[in-house]
């Protein structure tokens, strides 16, 4: 019973959301819509378990003096405060200039920023790492990325400054081949990779509505 | 040749034909009916243009409404000169209402351009979807049917996948160098496809990690995720009879901030030193923050997500990206399991089917452009 249950429900539920995308009416949509608030009630709850699982992680490292036990104060003080100036003021929380918007816009939004900003940084590497022409196929690659990097900024306006003779050629010929390399040979292999994740989508979701995949019960197949 | 020149004419006829019958249904001038594939509750109105919209100073028009047994029409919507539909979001679905347009030139009283009756009403299949749902039913029915052959036993052959190949070896890789594995199942939640493939993937890893000891470190993005995830292990370490091996807390919720996951992830490699590192599911700008710093920490990388946009950054960075499907096919793979097996051969079979299809269609697109027949439009797809 214990797994024949959630393999039921699994089941019975997989198959009425796969009708109902194809029932526009508004009974169909009633129930995709209080499908979605369910989400969010479960969703609310794991929340819950997993803030008390952050907790309990930090505190232990805390308590038993772990390796690097200070960025886990750091952790659980961050956790404090944002708890602390949320629920000061209720839903106020959220108005401009509270406690929790101050830390928001003015702590979390620039540490969120210096992360994202460090991908130009790895960009720079990792193309840094692949662009070297060993083979034949990194040689292609490298070719086809200066030319789409090349046609997608206006390199032209600066080479006619330089009265650089090939001017006329980059404006006219590079961007037109960066757009056809990206529009076909490029959207091509997507397509062909989006046409297998489809199919593997659905496979997927098959073998779990008809119980063939198990794993997400826990134990195995 | 020359049923090829007959065919053509009755074509050409056919088509003629079909134009005369066209023009000679005279466009009422204005129209309302219910909004097709909706969930009710709309009706469409369309006019045509008035001739006083060339006058100077018109106003617009206005739409007017009636129910049945009202007297009056009431004004529902103004509308700007040019514009010549609108939609009643506000009718009750099954009253047959009627509709009136009034041209409002800049002087006098406004002229009535017509009036057309319709009655919202909910419908119970969207047939904009009828490809998706002939897709659907193929599909499955094939994935079925092979799934029940390979149960009867056929011998399915499966082409060898590098990337999964290659996890026994970085499994006893960090096993030799006494270094944990990290395992990130990604930004996706628990109802993404990606996700649950990444977590199906993750018991194989565990069941291999429990059997050498190995620590395993789960950060999760998401709380519904680690609660499955942590199940998973859980039951792996179980099904290999060392329970007690398993740690609580080695699968953990981190936060469901995108950048502030990645900076804990970051710290725990660099921290850490993992000797292996997955990245399973969906991933977003992420990817290449994570997998270039687990390649600065010298980790072997293990990398496979359906986000096309991000492939590139995981072939990059990582030793083996699975790729796309490569992610689903993952559990069939490692388990060897006829009834997985069976799945992946019925994807393989409508892969050819839909590669078939495009070269068809393809061939009837360039036929109808040349022609001007109507081919195109069995290959025109309904949004929404």
């Known amino acids: ?221 | 040749m020359k049923n090829l020149t007959r065919a053509f004419t009755v074509f050409l006829f056919y088509f003629a034909a079909t134009a005369l019958t066209a023009a000679e249904e005279a466009e009422p001038p204005v129209t309302a009916r219910d909004v097709p594939n909706d969930a009710g509750g709309a009706v469409d109105i369309t006019w045509l243009a008035s001739p006083l919209e060339k006058e100077e100073g018109f106003q617009g028009y206005d739409v007017q409404r009636r129910a049945p047994g009202k007297e009056a029409f009431e004004t529902i919507a103004e509308i700007t000169p040019g514009e010549a539909v609108y939609q009643d979001k506000e009718a009750e679905d099954g009253v047959p209402y009627e509709y009136r347009v009034r041209a409002l030139p800049a002087e006098g009283p406004p002229v009535v351009l017509g009036v057309s009756g319709a009655a919202a009403s909910g419908q119970w299949f969207n047939t904009r979807r009828t490809n998706v749902l002939v897709g659907v039913i193929f599909v499955t029915t094939v994935i079925v049917f092979f799934i029940y052959r390979a149960k009867g036993g056929a011998e399915l052959f499966v082409r060898k996948i590098a990337g999964l190949e290659a996890v026994d070896e970085a499994i006893g890789r960090a096993t030799e160098m006494g270094k944990p594995i990290l395992y990130v199942t990604g930004l996706g939640d628990a109802s993404e496809i990606s996700t649950i493939a990444a977590m199906t993937i993750l018991a194989k890893v565990a069941t291999k990690t429990a059997e050498y000891e190995t620590p395993l470190i789960v950060p999760c993005y998401d709380p519904i995720v680690m609660m499955v995830e942590k199940e998973m292990v859980r039951e792996a370490y179980a099904e290999v009879g060392k329970p007690d091996a398993f740690d609580e807390d080695s699968v953990f919720y981190v936060t469901t901030s995108q950048f502030g996951y990645v900076a804990a992830v970051d710290g725990i490699m660099v921290r850490e030193r993992p000797a292996t590192n997955f990245y399973m599911g969906a991933f977003y700008a992420e990817s290449l923050i994570l997998a270039e710093t687990g390649a600065a920490t010298g980790a072997i990388q293990i990398a496979g997500t359906d986000r096309v946009t991000q492939l590139p950054f995981f072939i990059t960075a990582c030793d083996y990206t699975l790729m796309g499907e490569e992610l689903y096919a993952a559990t069939a793979y490692l388990s060897r399991d006829p009834l997985f097996l069976g799945s992946l051969k019925g994807q393989d079979w409508s892969k050819a089917v839909i590669i078939t299809a495009m070269v068809i269609g393809t061939a009837l697109l360039i036929v109808s452009v040349h022609l001007g027949t109507g081919f195109a439009k069995l290959f025109e797809t309904g949004a929404g």
């Open chain 1, 1 to 221: 019973m214990r797994r024949e249950l959630p393999l039921a429900i699994c089941f019975i539920m997989g198959v009425i959301m796969t009708v109902q995308f194809f029932i526009p009416h508004r009974y169909s949509q009633w129930l995709f819509e209080n499908m979605l608030r369910w989400l969010i009630i479960v969703f609310t709850f794991a929340l819950i378990l997993g803030i008390l699982s952050l907790i309990k992680l930090h505190i232990q490292k805390v308590q038993y003096r772990r390796r690097d036990w200070l960025y886990s104060i750091v952790a659980l003080t961050g956790l404090g405060l944002s708890l602390v100036t949320g629920f000061m003021k209720g839903p106020e929380s959220i108005s401009e200039g509270q406690p929790f918007m101050t830390l928001y816009n003015y702590v979390q939004i620039p540490m969120q920023a210096t992360m994202f900003s460090l991908l130009a940084f790895y960009i720079a590497s990792a193309a840094f790492r692949t662009f070297r022409a060993r083979t034949l196929e990194a040689t292609l690659l490298l070719i086809a990325a200066v030319v789409v990097m090349l046609g997608r900024v206006s390199f032209a306006a600066i080479f006619k400054d330089l009265s650089l003779g090939f001017s006329t050629w980059v404006e006219s010929w590079l961007p037109g081949f960066a757009e056809w390399v990206l529009d076909y040979p490029n959207m091509a292999a997507k397509r062909g990779i989006m046409i297998g994740i489809g199919l593997g989508a659905i496979s997927t979701a098959l073998k779990i509505i008809l119980g063939i995949e198990r794993s997400w019960l826990g134990g195995g197949d």
